[in-house]
């Protein structure tokens, strides 16, 4: 039992390690490695934070790619955390509510697509520990779908890097310092072995995994982001946030600028979603951000509310040439209009100089 839930610890760390052959894609709370000689990479980590000033609840979804038949993650929390699965529709939800508004403008003078450069038009639109307890100690463990979940405590910060290490994990000797601070915070962790359900010889784990929901104690809103600093290939994090204020990152932690790329007052009343909400009308907050430089990364993101709650949604434009009738272009008619005009100009003006002409001849002419 412990072996394997040492298996999981380790298989999340080489994620943000490097490890990997792949590149993969930002496991913003931890690390995931596979095992042996095998490959895994995470092409895509979603996740969804729900806090209400008391609670916090994360619910997680990677997809992956690669060879692993088995692989490990590991998630510091803050406190005592308890570990289901989550509800895969719920991001199908978010999708929808935090889509672009669709736009259409239009412009006078033809581009590129527009005729007569095409026949076509173009679219341009994107629990703090007390007492004696053991360095490290298994404190519960639940079989959730892909998920062998075990949650862990340590209180010594090479206590949990020998703890793996002996279950068969040849963790980096950087780790004992990465979770330094955790544990100095009496944080506890979540480790997961990742296999296939329906594992047999030679199936690997590839594609959508279950989600996975976590939830612990905090009267602060924080994402763990620190073990991310290990990663060696740039990193990207996407976070829906959900709470009675728009949310905002209290620093960059060490990458670029937070995006955000929804804000508004959602009310679910039913799905997934208003099931994580109780059905109560909640701030929605989407956030992107990228770490090129995953080891500038210095800390843990705490998201705190913002001065106003000011609502935001992207635009995405769909540029059409302005045309008339039965699609005429304005442009072509206006031009029409004014060679029309000056042909028009251009004769009153020949016809008025041809009558003065005949006049001042008929003056000249003896009577």
């Not at 404190?139 to 075990?150: I, K, S």
């Not at 009675?244 to 209290?250: F, I, L, N, V, W």
């Not at 005429?328 to 000056?342: F, S």
Request: contains cysteine; glycine residues 10%.
């Amino acid at each position: 039992m412990k072996r394997r839930i040492l298996f999981l610890l380790f298989a999340l760390l080489a994620t943000q390690v490097g490890s990997l052959v792949v590149p993969a894609y930002a496991c913003g709370c931890g690390a995931m490695i596979p095992d042996g000689g095998s490959r895994i990479g995470v092409d895509r980590e979603t996740s969804v934070v729900r806090w209400d000033g008391r609670t916090e609840q994360i619910v997680m979804r990677f997809t992956v790619g690669g060879n692993a038949q088995r692989a490990a993650w590991i998630m510091p929390v803050p406190g005592r955390a308890t570990v289901e699965l989550g509800d895969g529709r719920m991001f199908d939800e978010l999708r929808q509510l935090t889509r672009p508004e669709r736009r259409t403008r239009t412009h006078f003078w033809p581009r590129e697509g527009d005729w007569p450069f095409s026949h076509t038009t173009g679219d341009a639109a994107g629990a703090p520990a007390t007492g004696a307890v053991p360095p490290v100690g298994v404190v519960g463990r639940e079989q959730l779908g892909d998920f062998d979940v075990a949650r862990l405590t340590a209180t010594d910060p090479d206590a949990l890097k020998n703890w793996l290490e002996s279950n068969g994990f040849s963790l980096p000797d950087r780790l004992a310092t990465e979770v330094k601070p955790y544990v100095d915070q009496h944080w506890e962790y979540v480790a997961v072995r990742l296999a296939p359900r329906d594992g047999g010889a030679g199936k690997v784990l590839r594609g959508n995994l279950d989600p996975l929901k976590i939830r612990f104690d905090s009267d602060r809103l924080v994402y763990p982001m620190r073990l991310s600093r290990m990663a060696r290939t740039p990193q990207s994090l996407g976070l829906y946030v959900l709470a009675d204020h728009r949310m905002e990152p209290a620093t960059r932690i060490g990458g670029s600028a937070p995006k955000v790329t929804f804000a508004g007052t959602v009310e679910p009343k039913h799905g997934a979603l208003a099931a994580l909400t109780d059905g109560e009308p909640v701030f929605l907050t989407a956030l992107d951000q990228e770490f090129p430089d995953p080891g500038r990364i210095d800390g843990d993101h705490e998201l705190r509310a913002t001065p106003e709650d000011t609502p935001y949604r992207r635009t995405v434009y769909r540029d059409e040439l302005l045309t008339v009738g039965d699609g005429t272009p304005v442009w072509l008619l206006t031009i029409g209009a004014a060679v029309a005009a000056t042909a028009s100009a251009l004769y009153v003006l020949h016809l008025r100089r041809y009558r003065r002409l005949h006049r001042e001849a008929t003056a000249r002419t003896p009577q």
